[in-house]
């Protein structure tokens, strides 16, 4: 059965469609090159993303590829100032902390994360303890055996889907027996993360067997590489691609979609939640007079 997912102050119905707007304090990220490493760009960002929709903003201080080597003080110093700032100004807003590491999580939940979006599959065990102490949310993902920062090399698998069912669902029910709370759990089965763009593919046309798991899926495909790898564009250009992917997705039963482009995402989920009835049409006038 769909749970009803619990985030900070918030509470997201079974039918509720949640933007997370992606906010990186790094200077190498994939798509927007450090636009919102400085500290000012990525306040003016998290108010943007507000203005425009975003119900969760996600802060993460290290890029998820291969790069420069980012120590724990330094994720700290990139991320945690960033989540204060942004909680000081929107006290109702879900604020996500994207990490792999405990240490980084723990203080990140002391400045107002409510959230811990752990892309790399429970890399650090201690992390589910720290939601489990602290009352966050978790975000439970699959990588497919790849560790943080590494890409993937000839990945493999007899069955994606499964292999993303058995670990999500793995990582789920340890979060449990540890004590996080069930109805502050997702499941991302992280597209590109330890697979290829036929596997990330796959993935998207069965996510229902996701969503048939009760847990409330997440889906990171914001203009990822295989949406570039499909379509043969570059990362500017797989707008298009990104929003088909994510109506699909949302038709299909995923829940929460962390994008770069909030506007766009915002009325593509708008619109699939309209035609499935739903939400109202914001106005309705034709042929009623």
Known sequence: MARTLRLGRRTFAVGDLAVMAIV??????????GATFAADAALRAADQAVADGADIIDIGGVKAGPGTTVGVAEEIDRTVGTIAAVRARFPDLVISI??????????????????????????????????????AGLICTHTGGTTPRTRPHRAAFDDVVADVLATVTRLADRAVSLGVRPDGILIDPAHDFG?????????????GELVATGWPVLVAISNKDFIGETLDLPVDQRLEGSLATTAVSAWLGARVFRAHQVTA???????VAAIRGDRAPAVSRRALA
């Open 24 to 33: 990186n304090r790094t200077p190498d990220s994939f798509f927007d090159r």
């Open 98 to 135: 994207d990490t792999w590491r405990a240490e980084v999580a723990r203080e990140a939940v002391a400045a107002g994360a409510d959230l811990l979006n752990d892309t790399w599959a429970g890399a650090d065990p201690h992390l589910a303890e720290v939601a489990a102490a602290t009352g």
């Open 195 to 207: 697979k290829n763009t036929r596997h990330s593919l796959e993935v998207t046309r069965r996510l």
């Open 265 to 271: 995402t915002r009325r593509a989920l708008d619109m």
